[in-house]
T-cell receptor
C-alpha cells in the first residue's frame, strides 16, 4: 500500500514564526502536492512538484514556498506565519504514467496560527 | 480552465435510504473524473474514478457514479446508506493532457441519521 506521512497531525505556531510542514511518500512517486482545506472552499492547491528540485505554483501560492531535495520528501514552508494561514494542510503524491492517475493523501496537519 | 461544482454542501439522509450527491464540471478539454471520501479526522481516500470505457463506475462499498458527457455531470449515488457512510465527499477532475493536478469541488458533507 502507498503510504503518505505528514510530520505532525496538529501544530500551533505564533504569528511571524517560520513553519515547516514535512511530507514523505514511500512509493517512488514523481508527483507531490500540497493543498490547504478550508470549510466551504474544498481543497485548494498551493504548490506541486513533478520531480526533484522542481516546483510549480498552484492556485494559492502566496505566503508559501516549497522544497523538494529528495524524491520522497516534499516540504511546505510558511516563511512568516499569519493567522489567515490557520488551516488543514494535506499532502498528496501520484505517479506520472498511464494508469490510475490517483492521488494518495496523507492524514493532514491541522495548523493553528495564534 | 476547469471548475467543479458541488451544489449541496450538506446532505442529511436516514439510514437505509438512497442518496445522490451531485457534481457538475466545466472544462475546455477532456477530463478524468474522481470521487474522494474523507472520514472524520482522516485524509482523503479515492472512492471511485472514471477514466474511460463504461460510463457507470462502482466502488467496493456500494457507491456508484455515472459520467454524463452531455450534462457534464458525475453524480454519486448509493441505494441504501449506512451510518458508516457519514463523511465528506469531494468530486475532482483531472485534465487528460498537461498538468497532473486535480481540481476539487467544495465538498458535500453526508450525514446518515439512525
Amino acid at each position: 500500500d502507498v503510504k503518505v506521512t505528514q510530520s505532525s497531525r496538529y501544530l500551533v505556531k505564533r504569528t511571524g514564526e517560520k513553519v515547516f510542514l514535512e511530507c514523505v511518500q514511500d512509493m517512488d512517486h514523481e508527483n507531490m502536492f500540497w493543498y490547504r482545506q478550508d470549510p466551504g472552499l474544498g481543497l485548494r492547491l498551493i504548490y506541486f512538484s513533478y520531480d526533484v528540485k522542481m516546483k510549480e505554483k498552484g492556485d494559492i501560492p502566496e505566503g508559501y514556498s516549497v522544497s523538494r531535495e529528495k524524491k520522497e520528501r516534499f516540504s511546505l514552508i510558511l516563511e512568516s506565519a499569519s493567522t489567515n494561514q490557520t488551516s488543514m494542510y494535506l499532502c498528496a503524491s501520484s505517479l506520472t504514467s498511464t494508469g490510475g492517475y490517483e492521488q494518495y493523501f496523507g492524514p493532514g496537519t491541522r495548523l493553528t496560527v495564534t | 480552465a476547469q471548475s467543479v461544482t458541488q451544489l449541496d454542501s450538506q446532505v442529511p439522509v436516514f439510514e437505509e435510504a438512497p442518496v445522490e450527491l451531485r457534481c457538475n464540471y466545466s472544462s475546455s478539454v477532456s477530463v478524468y473524473l474522481f470521487w474522494y471520501v474523507q472520514y472524520p479526522n482522516q485524509g482523503l481516500q479515492l472512492l471511485l474514478k472514471y477514466l474511460s470505457g463504461s460510463t457507470l463506475v462502482e466502488s467496493i462499498n456500494g457507491f456508484e457514479a455515472e459520467f454524463n458527457k452531455s450534462q457534464t455531470s458525475f453524480h454519486l449515488r448509493k441505494p441504501s446508506v449506512h451510518i458508516s457512510d457519514t463523511a465528506e465527499y469531494f468530486c475532482a477532475v483531472l485534465k487528460r493532457t498537461g498538468a497532473n493536478n486535480l481540481f476539487f469541488g467544495t465538498g458535500t458533507r453526508l450525514t446518515v441519521i439512525p
